[in-house]
């Protein structure tokens, strides 16, 4: 199994940066791809940012440009920089990781750390 704990997170002003880190540990290596997800209130869960073992990413359209994604592979780490934070990014932000278990893709998901932004 692999477990997930974040940090980071908190409260941002419009235009504000914040950073979040999610630290992967048990079956690290089938770890295939790592990434955020979030939830803001009364929404689904959505997609932000995804990265491979070999640093291919993936954005939602509504963060590009803003939210960067990166992966330490050595430290089984996972980061995101949120960037001109808006209103509207405000929620809780989950990592997530995509492993192997036999032929099959798991995913484990972490606690979830909340990201406000308001002034």
């Known amino acids: 199994q692999v477990q997930l704990v974040e940090s980071g997170g908190g409260l941002a002003q419009p235009g504000g940066s914040l950073s979040l880190s999610c630290a992967a540990s048990?079956?690290?290596?089938?770890?295939?791809?790592m990434g955020w997800y979030r939830q803001a209130p009364g929404k689904q869960r959505e997609l932000v940012a995804t990265?491979?073992?070999?640093?291919?990413?993936t954005y939602a359209d509504s963060v590009k440009g803003r939210f960067t994604i990166s992966r330490d592979n050595a430290k089984s780490t996972v980061h995101l920089q949120l960037n001109t934070l808006k209103p509207e990014d405000t929620a809780v932000y989950y990592c997530n990781a995509e492993y192997e278990v036999g032929i099959a893709a798991v995913d484990a998901w972490g606690q979830g750390t909340l990201v406000t932004v308001s002034s």
């Open positions: 990265i491979t073992s070999s640093g291919s990413t």
């Open positions: 048990g079956a690290i290596l089938s770890i295939n791809s």
